[in-house]
């Protein structure tokens, strides 16, 4: 088990272009989550995945972000229309599902919109 | 709906002095209480969680957190900090309730540990 795993580290993007992030979490954790940090804040809720279910999605997430978490497994991020504002660290989390709370964190993928 | 604030954005200290971060949340429920490092361009990993029982908490790396129920505080200590303990911090609050146990962030301290 190597952990949450995001890819790409680093993603540099022309404003209006669509972007997409992936997000494997460990095997056995069934909750998955996605939060974004900008710089000098906290990470801020986007939206979590039990399985294949999205089961919140926070305001924050425009109707241009959509996520997805096909058979439950790995899940994508996409920005569409990208715009400055955008950019941003974007985090990926999982937790054991039934579980208490306490995620493991993946590194993020850092976004850059010029 | 819960809040975090964490009253200090940077604090100084000296390598091998103690240092505490301060954490104080609001909340109309009972909740859980963190405590995250972030290194730079990393994720957060988890320094030490309040879930129930006693209310002196300790964590990785030496750390170790107060639960204050009646001060709604959570706050970080550390008796003696090394270099390595350089980062943003990041004190975190969920419900218990609703079994979503979404957890809200502060804004992050940074510590800054000089030689």
């Known amino acids: ?33 996605w939060y974004r940090q900008t710089l000098g804040q906290g990470p801020e809720f986007l939206t979590y995945f039990q399985n294949e279910a999205q089961l919140e999605k926070s305001r924050l997430l425009s109707d241009r972000f959509s996520a997805e978490r096909p058979k439950g497994s790995f899940s994508t991020l996409e920005i569409q229309r990208t715009e400055q504002g955008d950019s941003a660290m974007y985090l990926c989390a999982s937790s054991p599902g039934q579980g208490l709370p306490g995620y493991t964190f993946g590194s993020g993928t850092r976004l850059t919109v010029v | 709906a819960q809040s975090v604030t964490q009253l200090d954005s940077q604090v100084p200290v000296f ?15 009972s909740v859980y209480l963190f405590w995250y490092v972030q290194y730079p ?3 957060l990993q988890l320094l030490l969680k309040y879930l129930s029982g006693s209310t002196l908490v300790k964590g990785i790396n030496g750390f170790e957190a107060e639960f204050n129920k009646s001060q709604t505080s959570f706050h970080l200590r550390k008796p003696s900090v090394h270099i390595s303990d350089t980062a943003e911090y990041f004190c975190a609050v969920s419900d218990q309730s609703g079994g979503s146990y979404i957890p809200t962030f502060g804004r992050g301290t940074s510590l800054i540990v000089h030689p």
């Open chain 1, 1 to 33: 088990d190597t952990g949450v795993s995001q890819n790409p580290r680093h993603k540099i993007t022309k404003r209006g272009q669509n972007v997409t992030f992936r997000c494997d979490p460990i095997s056995e954790h069934n909750r998955l989550y």
């Open chain 2, 15 to 29: 390598e091998e002095a103690p240092v505490e971060l301060r954490c104080n949340y609001s909340s109309s429920v």
């Open chain 2, 41 to 43: 361009n990393q994720g």
